[in-house]
């Protein structure tokens, strides 16, 4: 899910199906990681997040993996619904940084019926 | 969950005006709040971070003297856009976080919309 200049990517499912969205990110010093989803016109609503001692955590329909060694963090949203479109963000800090959250370039996901 | 309002949730201002957005933390007290700026189709910077009763750090890039921050208090954190023009359209968003701890989560305001004519 990276960004080329003004253009977000674009994800699109068909209701029902699950859904992955990908984020590389910068810092290997990074040590916390948030997924964020962003309705049009309003602020970011937590998903779910996980540390860097862990590779994997589950949700409610949400699982996020973490893959150190390649800086790459996954969402994936299972059984994907019309209401789950919107614009999905990852965020990542480290806590020798005062925990400032450093986000994604976004993936906006479309959920067909 | 914790709130984090913010006002206004819209302005409309002419290019020379300043302008000044409220956040507020409605069930908590916020040690520390952090101003984004988000243009169409981008994610979120980060602009500064305002810790109570102390100055405000600002990102690399952010004038000081033009975006205002004032945190004095624990619920109420200030953004005044000094001498606005069109350039700094775009959505402001404020996050609260309680306390400096790494599982102190931040909660988001729903943004603020500035348009300069």
């Known amino acids: 899910g990276e960004s080329v200049g003004l253009h977000l990517p674009t994800l699109s499912v068909q209701e029902g199906d699950n859904s992955i969205i990908n984020c590389a990110y910068s810092n290997s010093a990074s040590d916390y990681f948030i997924w964020y989803k962003q309705e049009s016109g309003k602020g970011p609503q937590f998903i779910i997040d996980?540390?860097?001692?862990?590779d994997k955590r589950q949700g409610q329909r949400v699982t996020v993996l973490l893959n150190k060694t390649v800086k790459h963090l996954s969402l994936q949203i299972a059984a994907t619904q019309p209401g789950d479109s919107a614009v999905y963000f990852c965020a990542e800090s480290f806590s020798g940084g005062y925990n400032k959250l450093i986000f994604g370039a976004g993936t906006r996901l479309a959920v067909h019926p | 969950g914790a709130v984090v309002s913010q006002h206004p949730s819209w302005v409309i201002c002419k290019s020379g005006t300043s302008v000044k957005i409220e956040c507020r933390s409605l069930?908590?007290?916020?040690?520390?709040m952090f101003w984004y700026r988000q243009f169409p189709k981008q994610s979120l910077m980060l602009m500064a971070t305002s810790n109570e009763g102390s100055k405000a750090t600002y990102e690399q890039g952010v004038e000081k003297d033009k975006f205002l921050i004032n945190h004095a208090s624990l619920t109420l954190s200030t953004l005044t856009v000094t001498s606005a023009h069109p350039e700094d359209s775009s959505f402001y968003i404020c996050?609260?976080?309680?306390?400096?701890?790494?599982?102190?989560?931040?909660?988001f305001g729903p943004g603020t919309r500035l348009t300069v004519l």
């Open positions: 069930d908590f007290q916020a040690t520390t």
């Open positions: 996980i540390r860097s001692n862990m």
């Open positions: 996050s609260a976080r309680q306390g400096n701890s790494p599982n102190n989560e931040q909660f």
